[in-house]
Each structure stands twice: as structure tokens, then as C-alpha cells.
């Protein structure tokens, strides 16, 4: 009987094939380690483990030139300045992403509540969450962790 389980197992591992960063479901793939050595601490944490920024620590969240900000992971264009918003929150507010740019799933970390997280649908880096208290036209709030993105102005 174990060496029925070996047996199987092996062939189930060797089927499989070797885990190669290719197989992280994204366009762009790193290692830990890749994302660990372009990334800060604090961009690590919130980018690739789901952690969020205090809030009003962003330099973003002042930011009201016209350009896009693009993910600090991949360089993908995320958001467009024009779908900016001041929430209050302390955090950057968007009321729409760019088409085609954006990931979601559900987040069940609390006890009770469900929320949308939203991630760079490129490279998986957690961006932050949406909610539904934003402004017209989509009446939704995508609350982005500063950290996530980088912004580049207009030329």
C-alpha cells in the first residue's frame, strides 16, 4: 500500500512539472526574492502580502497633475487623473480604473463584512480596495494604497 502512494504521488508530481514563476497566473511573474530586491519593505507588505499604508502618508494623495498612475510592480497604467477624487479617506480615490487594467476578488478577511479588493491585473500587485459610496458617474470609491502606485505626469 505505501508503495502504491509513492508511486501515485510521484507520478502526480512529476505530471505536474516543476513550479516555475510562470505559473503565478499573471503576465509578469517574480519570485519572493525578485520582488523583495526592486521593493521597499513597506511597498512589499502592501503590494505583495496585502497589507495596508497608514493613511495621509502618500505624497499621491496631493498629486492633481494631469497624467495616469501606473503600477509600482509592472509599470501597467491603472488610473487616469481625470477619475481622481478627494474622498477624505486619506488615501488616493478613484471613481474608475483604465479598461483592461484591474483585477478583483472578494476579501474575507473580516468577520462579517465582504470587500472588493482590486489588484494589477499584469503582475497581482494588491492595489487596495472599491466600495460603493463614490461620486457619479460609476457611484464606486477604488481607496489605493500610495504605495501601489507611481504617477507619471503628462507630457
Given at each position: 500500500?505505501?508503495?502504491?502512494?509513492?508511486?501515485?504521488?510521484?507520478c502526480a508530481a512529476a505530471l505536474a512539472g516543476p513550479a516555475t514563476?510562470?505559473?503565478?497566473?499573471?503576465?509578469?511573474?517574480?519570485?519572493e526574492a525578485e520582488w523583495r530586491a526592486m521593493l521597499s519593505e513597506n511597498e512589499f507588505l502592501v503590494m505583495r502580502e496585502e497589507d495596508t499604508e497608514k493613511p495621509y502618508t502618500s505624497p499621491l494623495n496631493d498629486e492633481t497633475r494631469d497624467g495616469l498612475y501606473h503600477?509600482?510592480?509592472?509599470?501597467?497604467?491603472?488610473?487616469?487623473?481625470?477619475?481622481?477624487?478627494e474622498s477624505?479617506?486619506?488615501?488616493?480615490?478613484?471613481?474608475?480604473?483604465?479598461?483592461?487594467?484591474?483585477?478583483?476578488?472578494?476579501?474575507?478577511?473580516?468577520?462579517?463584512?465582504?470587500?472588493?479588493?482590486v489588484h494589477c491585473r499584469r503582475c497581482g500587485s494588491h492595489l487596495g480596495h472599491i466600495f460603493?459610496?463614490?461620486?457619479?458617474?460609476?457611484?464606486?470609491?477604488?481607496?489605493?494604497n500610495g504605495l501601489s502606485l507611481t504617477f507619471v505626469p503628462k507630457a
Open positions: 500500500m505505501l508503495r502504491r502512494t509513492f508511486l501515485l504521488s510521484s514563476a510562470q505559473t503565478c497566473g499573471y503576465e509578469i511573474c517574480r519570485s503600477c509600482r510592480g509592472c509599470d501597467l497604467p491603472l488610473y487616469a487623473s481625470d477619475a481622481k477624487f477624505g479617506t486619506g488615501w488616493p480615490s478613484f471613481y474608475e480604473s483604465l479598461p483592461n487594467a484591474i483585477g478583483t476578488k472578494e476579501d474575507r478577511r473580516f468577520i462579517f463584512q465582504v470587500r472588493t479588493e460603493d459610496d463614490g461620486p457619479d458617474p460609476t457611484g464606486k470609491r477604488h481607496c489605493l
